[in-house]
């Protein structure tokens, strides 16, 4: 199959060493690999063959549903009559019955149901005793019969058995030939017979996996973008089968796998609805799923640490995230803790870790840009966003610095060039200006000359911004944030490629430059993602802890993702770790809102003005015994406690509407049990799903 040109970790064309692992473009069938990859060693996250799980029914649901074998339930909870009163009804309903039979039997009630066989039947047949015998039993059966179905309809019989008998689930029966998806039904439309057999025949004999299924699934959308990439596929997929059009890295499948997963349906399995009364009854004991489609709104989980933020949400979204990226529909940017066990580095096509020698690569300070005000805009987000209320005047701070320099050195100034030209440092401005006046570069010496009146006044910009850089010159980052280096260099650029990235922050001992690199990757993943021309594959970005991340940059940024495929995942420990001006904005930007147990009322009673209110019908029962006097009264009071259990009383019903909240910030930190969590989802699309109680250990 034909290769269309490898790319670095910056996002460009490269071809020497030191570079990412080539990555293709997204649309259309990926180059082969050097070899066939190894086949997966374990099968799809359904635990069956892959042409059952293919087989497997995923109807159409809300957002949020897990859909792979799925069954809608009732809309409404039914009343059910309890168990006591069931088997009492039935019990007198037949011995009812049975005397009825005995009545007429003994011929106490009259011969008159005996007419219908005395008419239907004729003279001859009274002639022929054995026929006449066999005659009137079959009408005794009929009548008896009929005697009994009716009784026990009377008793609830059938109720009984529905509720209380173990039927056993009926398997499917398999689908015809011609819409079989194990059968590769859309190839053999298009005329494909030949590429179709291969890949049915791979299914069947198990060395076609779910990311081979789903990753071949996306090669082909992208022939049908693009017919003119018909025979590279067939070609590739004659030669290599299931391992055709594979992910650059030769990966068909993740090391390890911890959660659910469903690449038929692109969703990831994070827990089960609760059966309480607070959730709708038709989503009770339902699978609640994640998906691009659902992610693509972004998502913010709060709760304290050890509720299971990392271990039941960020680690099947990122695994998620990294099967989508084999299958060459997603990119994926996972920033966390550095010893966080998110997932192995050998999921991953690139393992970031500034300040630490053991990292392959660096991650560019400038976001891959050309641009001065651009890599400005997004360098001041990352040092002063968090502090500073102008950040306009922090990022012309900045271009007026790196854009001069840029003019004179062809680069942009790493960490203690820029250090040094924020602070003054002796010779930094001379000598920069003396470069310009020799290049003749008379726009940016203006712009340097702008620079220096302004690092005159009292209020200058510089004077923090020389602060927050400093927190990234220190000797453990001494090897990092280079710009003169080729082929080092990670830019979040790369996300318009299938590229699955970790990032680990030194949190322990550098906490301040720790939030410095997290905000910058936020700010330079919005604006990579919302840049990008080819928004086929969907982008994503997870950060395990968001703490001092969130600025209004960034809150806006994240509205407009949803419009460009892509979307981040959040999670903070308490919503005290954002500033108050931002709590409400961040609840409205995101589309899926997550409350872990254990949360604060002070979060909770955010989460509950966010989710809103509702109206909900309430019944106020008053119930008043009946004492009788009369002997007949009392004993057909008597045989009513005896069936039913309960006293005789007269009921008084009072019906109203309330509005009530759907989940109150006391609830949200007192009722939410161990191992839960309230989410409510948003799809792209607009459809929405009202806050769920999830039991995240199932």
């Known amino acids: 199959m034909e290769t269309e040109g490898t790319y670095d970790a910056r996002g460009a064309r490269s071809g020497g060493t030191g570079s990412a692992r080539p990555v293709p473009r997204p649309a259309g069938p990926p180059p082969m690999p050097h070899g066939a990859p190894p086949v997966p060693s374990r099968p799809p996250a359904a635990r069956a063959s892959v042409a059952d799980w293919l087989r497997t029914p995923r109807p159409d649901a809300e957002p949020g549903v897990w859909r792979l074998g799925h069954r809608p339930r009732p809309a409404e909870e039914p009343d059910p009559v309890p168990a006591r009163r069931l088997f009492t009804g039935a019990l007198i309903a037949l011995l009812a019955g049975w005397l009825l039979w005995s009545l007429l039997w003994n011929g106490y009630l009259g011969r008159y149901w005996l007419w219908p066989l005395l008419v239907l039947t004729p003279d001859s047949w009274r ?86 299924y789903a990753r071949i699934r996306r090669a082909w959308q992208g022939v049908r973008a693009r017919p003119e990439r018909l025979a590279a596929f067939t070609d590739v997929v004659r030669a290599e089968g299931a391992a055709a059009c594979a992910h650059p890295s030769g990966a068909r499948d993740l090391p390890v796998r911890t959660a659910v997963h469903d690449l038929a349906a692109n969703q990831v399995r994070i827990g089960t609805a609760a059966d309480h009364p607070r959730n709708p009854y038709a989503r009770r004991t339902t699978g609640v799923a994640l998906e691009p489609a659902l992610l693509g709104t972004s998502l913010l989980a709060v709760g304290p640490s050890g509720s299971g933020k990392t271990v039941r949400l960020v680690r099947p979204v990122v695994e998620a995230m990294c099967l989508q990226a084999l299958a060459n529909r997603a990119a994926v940017v996972a920033v966390t803790a550095h010893g966080t066990a998110l997932a192995p580095d050998e999921a991953f096509d690139l393992v970031i870790a500034p300040g630490r020698a053991e990292s392959t690569h660096d991650l560019d300070l400038y976001g891959g840009s050309d641009d001065p005000d651009e890599a400005a805009r997004t360098l001041a987000e990352a040092l002063v966003g968090d502090l500073s209320a102008d950040g306009r005047r922090a990022a012309t701070a900045l271009a007026q610095l790196i854009g001069p320099y840029r003019g004179v050195h062809g680069r942009f100034p790493a960490v203690p060039e820029l250090r040094d030209l924020l602070g003054g440092a002796p010779g930094a401005l001379d000598g920069l200006r003396a470069a310009l006046q020799a290049a003749g570069e008379v726009s940016q010496l203006r712009e340097l000359e702008a620079r220096a009146r302004q690092s005159e ?94 600025t209004p940059d960034s809150i806006r940024a994240v509205q407009r993702l949803r419009s460009a495929h892509a979307g981040v995942v959040l999670t903070l420990r308490t919503l005290e770790d954002v500033p108050e001006a931002l709590r409400g904005p961040l609840l409205g930007a995101v589309g899926c809102r997550m409350a872990f147990a254990g949360l604060g009322p002070w979060d909770g009673g955010r989460f509950a003005e966010s989710w809103g209110k509702e109206w909900v019908q309430t019944k106020d029962v008053t119930n008043r015994q009946i004492i009788s006097d009369e002997p007949l009264t009392k004993a057909l009071h008597f045989m009513r406690r005896v069936v039913t259990g309960k006293a005789a009383t007269a009921e008084a019903v009072t019906v109203r509407e309330v509005e009530r909240e759907r989940w109150s910030a006391s609830e949200l930190a007192h009722s939410v049990p161990a191992g839960h969590a309230v989410l409510s989802l948003t799809s792209v699309r607009g459809e929405y799903t009202p806050p769920l109680l999830v039991d995240m250990r199932n």
């Not at 996300?495 to 906490?511: N, S, T, Y």
């Open 127 to 212: 002639a022929d005793p054995s026929l006449w015998a066999t005659a009137s039993y079959v009408y005794y059966a009929l009548v008896g019969g009929g005697l009994l179905v009716l009784f026990a309809r009377i008793g609830h019989v059938p109720e009984i058995w529905r509720r209380y008998s173990r039927r056993r689930d009926v398997p499917a029966p398999p689908p015809p030939p011609r819409e079989d998806p194990a059968d590769w039904p859309d190839l053999r439309t298009a005329g494909l017979d030949d590429t179709a057999r291969t890949l049915a025949e791979a299914t069947r004999n198990g060395s076609l996996g779910d990311v081979d």
């Open 457 to 550: 006044r009292a209020d200058d910009i510089g004077v923090l911004l020389a602060e927050r850089i400093a927190y990234l010159d220190r000797p453990a980052f001494a090897g990092f944030f280079r710009t003169g280096a080729s082929g080092r260099q990670f830019s979040l650029r790369a996300v318009e490629h299938p590229l699955r990235v970790r990032i680990d922050l030194p949190e322990r001992g550098h906490a301040e430059a720790s939030r410095i690199i997290a905000r910058l990757v936020l700010a330079q993943f919005t604006e990579a993602a919302l840049s990008r021309s080819d928004r086929s594959l969907f982008a994503c970005l997870v950060l395990d802890d968001a703490t001092h991340t969130v």
